[in-house]
């Protein structure tokens, strides 16, 4: 029963400061002792997520362990200088590694290929719960949940890991100073230790305001280094960036695409996320608004990718219909504005394309 009385005592050994201190405060005990009294009324009920919660100091760690004794605690893993995927278990393959981290959003393969060491904090804390879903079959608590990201990139981060956890059957405790969470992480329960109070969740995810706008061929460099096939951009391009509270996350652009078979067509010539804003449909959401407004102008919508969790979302997707399969055909024309190279590498890799309908 995930309920308990209990007492922690903590010895004061003796020292010429400490006495001058008790002396001072007029403070006499030899033993600090804190009793703690904690119902989480969650026996017999289907959970995925819990969130304890409350002030520093206020003991959610030591609550977490002493009622949850049979979940493993999670302070981190030792990592090396070696690649993020080389860091996983041995015994797991390629493809499950990378399904796992586009899963937590974590979706850039340039940065797969970084040593821990050098990613973003946003981009520790999702592949840190990519392999820890991974590698142990054990229910979870992760102390200190968020607590070295900012915030905003705490919420986004919250909202794409919880998918992940629901979606493998996960049991996962996050422990946090951090109320802001709460409705992105969408606990199935939640235990605020500040007001002693239990509660069950979930609670709805809030909506992300976006603003669209028109974008320069200058600001491409604030999204280059996150696309994983070129840092290269045509000029001639249509460009947009996706903007949430007046920060630029998302970079989407168009190219007239010469077709046989389709007339008037254009062609979406870059979609990219920045790392910690990945996982909660943001790209798929920014393209499909944009080709609506140009199915609505006349024009057919058509995308090629390689990615596989972006082949997957479009799938799921009612605005995209897949006209081919994933193959390794040459996706692109004379006036894709791909270098040679690019154009010979592409046929080395499985694409699929996909028609914008609406």
């Not at 015994?91 to 940065?111: C, N, W």
């Not at 010469?258 to 979609?271: S, Y």
Request: glycine residues 6%.
């Amino acid at each position: 029963m995930p309920s308990s009385k209990f007492v922690i005592e903590t010895k004061i050994p003796s020292s010429f400061r400490v006495e001058k201190v008790k002396g001072q405060f007029d403070y006499d005990a030899s033993i600090i002792k804190k009793e703690f009294d904690v119902n989480i009324p969650i026996e017999d009920e289907k959970w995925n997520i819990g969130l304890i919660v409350g002030a520093s100091g206020s003991g959610k760690t030591t609550i977490a362990k002493n009622v949850f004794k049979d979940f493993e605690l999670f302070e981190g893993f030792d990592w090396s200088d070696k690649t993020i995927i080389d860091d996983f278990e041995d015994g797991l393959s390629p493809k499950q590694i990378t399904e796992a981290l586009s899963k937590v959003g974590f979706s850039s393969p340039p940065d797969w290929l970084k040593p821990f060491g050098v990613l973003s904090n946003g981009q520790k804390m999702r592949a840190e719960l990519a392999r820890l879903i991974l590698e142990t079959d054990k229910p979870v608590i992760y102390d200190e949940f968020t607590s070295v990201v900012d915030r905003q990139v705490a919420q986004i981060g919250s909202s794409a890991i919880q998918k992940f956890i629901r979606k493998e059957d996960k049991q996962f405790i996050a422990v946090s100073c951090h109320y802001d969470i709460e409705e992105w992480l969408e606990p199935d329960w939640v235990y605020d230790v500040n007001k002693k109070e239990f509660y069950r969740g979930r609670l709805r995810r809030p909506d992300i305001k976006v603003n669209i706008r028109k974008a320069d061929q200058s600001e491409w460099k604030l999204f280059k280094e996150f696309h994983y096939l070129s840092a290269e951009h045509n000029k001639s391009a249509h460009r947009y960036i996706a903007e949430i509270d007046g920060e630029p996350v998302a970079w989407c652009s168009f190219l007239h695409f010469p077709h046989a078979k389709v007339k008037n067509c254009k062609r979406i010539h870059r979609i990219v996320v920045k790392p910690d804003y990945q996982g909660i449909g943001i790209g798929g959401k920014f393209m499909s608004v944009l080709a609506k407004k140009y199915k609505t102008d006349g024009c057919r919508i058509r995308l090629v990718t390689s990615a596989p969790n972006f082949i997957h979302g479009l799938q799921q997707s009612k605005n995209w219909l897949m006209v081919r399969k994933p193959s390794r055909v040459q996706p692109a024309g004379k006036s894709s504005g791909f270098s040679n190279k690019t154009k010979a590498t592409s046929t080395e890799r499985l694409t699929a394309s996909f028609e914008y309908v609406g």
